[in-house]
Every structure is written in C-alpha cells, then in structure tokens.
C-alpha cells in the first residue's frame, strides 16, 4: 500500500524562491515606495486583478509598520 511518489513539483521551494526575488526587489525602499510597487504590479489572470482592484482602493493602504517609519 505504502507507494513512493517522485516530486514533480515543490511548492514550498517556488513559494521561497518568490519570496526571496520580491525581498531583493524591494529592499531598502521606504514604506511610501514599497506601496506604490505594490500598486504598480499587474497579475495577468483576471481573478487575481478582480481581487486587486477591490483590495487596492485609493487610502486603503495600511499603516506602516512599527519602526518603519
């Protein structure tokens, strides 16, 4: 019963990967740019530019964080 499966995909190793490419990307920016960054970024599958456009209202941004500002 017990079957060895062969990974074909990581998903922990591609959410990583993203992660330390979006790190490199915005560091050093100030809170002020790290939104517009954010803002300017396009999803190209429609769901995801629905959910952006609801999220992304103009003064919805959140407070920066402690110490960041």
Known sequence: ???????????????????????????????EEEIAWLRSWKPADPLLRRLQKKGAQPGDAPDPAPGRG
Do not use: H, Q, W
Request: glycine letters at 4%; a positive charge.
């Open 1 to 31: 019963m017990n079957k060895t499966r062969v990974k074909t995909f990581d998903s922990v190793e591609l959410m990583r990967n993203i992660r330390d490419r979006i790190s490199a990307e915005i560091r050093g920016l100030t809170p």
